[in-house]
């Protein structure tokens, strides 16, 4: 009985000591932009990680009548816990999480000829601008998939993350005054509610990426 605790006692120490020093650092792309992070195994089934990604990136649209110039930029960081259902077998794990950060859409409407068209009403632009942006809740939770960042492993590696951000994004409609007495204010509120309709597609926002990593 002895022989067995001492064992059982032995092995343990052997695992925490393991695990305290299974550090692990890592980089990566994916469609949340280029990303570098860290992680740290509690034990030999799960992770904690911390990662910071960003990327901004620039691309027209159209809206009801109108074309925008926009910019995407998305810079955040993230907060993870990885569980392996089995590390010792293969490196599956499952992720939930939250990103943290003012990830947004910045545009600017492009009038055409000196004029916008807002919901079917054409108005002379006048030099002036329209503005909007769609912001993303300061923190999205995470949930997803993937292989890699094994407790189990040491050394160089690779690892492989899919995923969806949740949140939806809330538009803001800067317009100036002259144009929405031009145009009528109910005009206006479809456009800015034709923005919203289409931002809202964004909700759910895949993540894929592929990366090394360095564990010691």
């Known amino acids: 009985m002895r022989k067995l605790v001492f064992a059982v006692v032995a092995g343990l120490a052997c ?10 650092i890592y980089g990566g792309v994916g469609t949340d932009g280029i990303g570098i992070g860290y ?3 509690v034990t030999s089934f799960a992770n904690v990680r911390a990662e910071f990604d960003g990327f901004s990136v620039s691309h027209s649209f159209t809206s009801g009548d109108v074309n925008y110039d926009a910019k995407l930029n998305l810079y955040h960081g993230g907060l993870f ?19 943290l950060g003012g990830d947004n859409i910045d545009a600017d409407a492009n009038p055409m000829s000196g004029t916008y068209t807002i ?17 993303f809740p300061t923190a999205r939770p995470y949930v997803g998939f ?3 960042h094994s407790p189990q492993s040491k050394g160089l590696s690779a690892f492989f993350d899919a ?10 409609y800067d317009v100036p005054s002259d144009i ?16 919203q309709d289409k931002v809202d597609r964004l909700r759910v926002y895949p993540i894929v990426k592929v990366g090394v990593t360095y564990r010691f």
């Open 180 to 195: 929405v007495a031009a145009a009528g204010q109910a005009n206006v509120n479809a456009e800015e509610a034709s923005l």
């Open 39 to 41: 992680a740290y195994s």
């Open 81 to 99: 816990v990885d569980l392996f259902p089995a590390p010792s077998i293969v490196p599956f794990h499952v992720t939930a999480g939250v990103l």
């Open 146 to 148: 993937g292989f890699g």
């Open 163 to 172: 995923g969806v951000a949740f949140g939806r994004p809330h538009v803001d």
């Open 15 to 24: 695992t925490v000591g393991s695990v305290a020093q299974a550090h692990e």
């Open 119 to 135: 919901n079917g009403v054409t108005v002379n632009a006048n030099g002036e601008t329209i503005h909007a942006k769609a912001k």
